[in-house]
């Protein structure tokens, strides 16, 4: 296996396998086909078995995939078989979601710490945050070494916050602004932006 | 062309082949590569050729592609060139991000209305909304006409509003909750979490 030679959009459907089968272990389901994962997930059965078997062979002609192995497995590619410290950046309404949302336990990932650079939110407590200026972030970030940053700035904002952020050390941001960010080679910028999701559906209506 | 040969997986590249040309077009770009636009996507231009010409010859050689009618094109196939109205069910952190968010013009959606069970949201201002009652929601979204949603609900009265959605003929369901919905076949499902996006980025930390 030759990291730097799988495709992104591979890497890009390991997460979305497994979220699928850590839902399926939490029911209780020991193993699963790629049949079965692909109708869970609308991938073809073809698909998956092509995407993992690009890392070895974590299924058995027959009998299929063991969940819990499969997942293990997919967490050691994506190097979330560790805990990823994230920084949050906007205390808005994005913000405050993120700094509440419980989908990150087990997941790799845990928000440590949130800024704003509005003063009427600096101070103000978030779930188990309290908000922290803005003006300290590339010291603070540095010092905890955080590489992940979740960024809900306005969108006027967004690529000045990234340069802090990448002058701290940041090299991967979820970027909640709509727009595109400028960012040197080595750091990564995923988009989120609910409109994507929307017109993938229209399609089929 | 056969809309129903053409796999998922092609049409949810689609959405983002648009928003970069909506992006390049915003900077008065007018033509552009299938290079060019897979640098912007991380997405191979090999990939985005044969994407597209599923749908036509949209592109000439040599030349590439017109920004404006490439566009065009692609919001046709995704049936958003017209408006799709949009109910939010969850008047909470995200439903009021959503509520506020600037990303949905020109991109074939608006937010017509939102919905919360919780006596002390229904009737409060957010944006130019004013949250309605669940208990209408039924009824409200049928004499409307809306197909598409967005639930923001928490999780465990994601699968209850759901049903109460597709009741009302919602066909499509961008789902914010961290739990799978069952549908029946007609109705389309989306999963938004930030943690599927950041377990793509750490791959390559």
Redesign the interface.
Known sequence: MN?DKI???I??R???Y???LQ?MAEKGIQTTSSQELGD?V???AA?IRKDISQFGEFGKQGTGYRISFLMDKLRE????DRI?D?AVVGA???G???A?????VD???RIVTVFDNDQSKVGQQIGDFVVKDTSDMIEEIQKAGI??A?LTVP?AAAQEVTDMLIKAGV??I?NYA???LNVPEDV?V????????????????
Chains 1, 2 share one sequence.
């Open positions: 990291a495709p992104d959009i890497i890009g390991l997460p979305i497994l979220r699928a839902r869970r609308g991938i073809s698909q590619i994506l190097k979330i990823w994230v808005g309404d994005v405050h979601a993120l509440r949302y419980q989908g990150f997941r790799g990932f590489k992940v979740m969108a090299k991967a979820l709509p727009i595109n990564r995923q988009h989120t932006d609910p409109v994507t999701h929307l017109q993938r559906m229209t399609y089929y209506l």
